[in-house]
């Protein structure tokens, strides 16, 4: 099915998200927000049930998924996290907190594995996930969720579910207040995926 990105309304919404909403959003605020959503997420049935999670790294804009990192690796639960290579996303997996630490940086400065490491991917290691984390630029609290505008993860949802079509996965988003809005203003589309739960402060 093709992708509808030029819809006018979402168009609209992502650049004021980006231009005025995310960076009007104090690095003191941000602090505060994440150490809140990570200690909701820790506490969810969702993640103390999972063996299997995918797990953004965050950027300056999202949430701060450093500490929810720290806590999978010391309760030994399988992190996969996104590598992109063109308009390909795949969820690979990291070992250890040395493995995260070692990652290169992508020329945006975000530390990526690479997909040609030969590393555990989610989609051919007869698993899948239980529980993806995942960030966004605006939210709805009945599940709706705007990416960037490339449909990688819409894109990947869909895949993980050609695969493991009995698997129950949980899809749960990690939101500052401020990326949250009305379902007018977030309309969505035949191909987007509805989330589970939004993590908010």
């Known amino acids: 099915m ?18 005025e909403v995310l960076k ?42 450093g500490e929810l990192l720290n806590e999978c690796f010391r309760l030994e639960k399988h992190v996969f996290v996104p590598t992109y290579e063109g ?25 990526q594995p690479s997909a040609k490491e030969g590393r555990e991917n989610a989609l051919t290691n007869g698993q899948g996930i239980d529980l993806f984390l995942m960030p966004g630029v605006a939210f709805t609290r009945v599940g709706g969720r705007m990416g960037h505008g490339m449909g990688y993860y819409d894109t990947y949802l869909t895949r993980h579910h050609a695969t493991y079509p009995n698997k ?14 009305d379902e007018t203003e977030l309309p ?13 402060e």
Request: charged share 30%; no cysteine.
């Open 24 to 65: 009007s959003i104090t690095p003191e605020s941000r602090a505060r927000q994440s150490k809140a959503i990570t200690e909701k997420v820790l506490q969810t049935d969702a993640f103390r049930s999972s063996k299997r999670i995918s797990i953004y790294l965050s950027t300056s804009t999202e949430v701060d998924t």
């Open 2 to 19: 093709a992708k509808n990105l030029s819809n006018p309304l979402k168009v609209a919404l992502r650049n004021r998200m980006k231009g």
């Open 168 to 181: 129950k996965t949980t899809l749960m988003a990690l939101a500052f207040q401020e990326q949250i809005v």
């Open 87 to 111: 308009n390909n996303m795949e969820m690979v997996r990291l070992k250890n907190l040395e493995d995260y630490e070692s990652l290169p940086l992508t020329k945006w400065k975000i530390k």
């Open 188 to 200: 969505l589309d035949a191909h987007d995926v509805k989330l589970h739960t939004i993590i908010t």
